[in-house]
Nanobody, 115 residues
């Protein structure tokens, strides 16, 4: 089993920045992929960005140039640096881990962008 704990959400003004963290613990494979998804009220959860244990990154078009995903393999911690936030970025942000035989979402952290 793997546990995922997100942190770093909060209230920020448009144009501001936040950094989300996701700490993974438990039985983690050498080869895995972690990702951030987000879910706004009334909308389906969507993929924001992902990164493999080998460092291959993917970004959704709507965050390219604003968000950066990184992975600290030694600490099994994934980060999402979010800059130039927009009200449309308001959502619950969820951490996801996928490895052979296992996949799971964390409990999420709320990001609210509002003046």
């Amino acid at each position: 089993q793997v546990q995922l704990v997100e942190s770093g959400g909060g209230l920020v003004q448009p144009g501001g920045s936040l950094r989300l963290s996701c700490q993974a613990s438990g039985s983690i494979s050498d080869n895995y992929q972690m990702a951030w998804g987000r879910e706004a009220p009334g909308k389906q959860r969507e993929l924001v960005a992902s990164i493999t244990s080998g460092g291959i990154r993917y970004y959704a078009d709507f965050v390219k140039g604003r968000f950066t995903i990184t992975l600290d393999n030694a600490r099994n911690t994934m980060y999402l640096q979010m800059n130039n936030l927009e009200p449309e970025d308001t959502a619950g942000y969820y951490c996801h881990l996928q490895q052979p035989g296992f996949r799971s979402w964390g409990q999420g952290t709320q990001v609210t962008v509002s003046s």
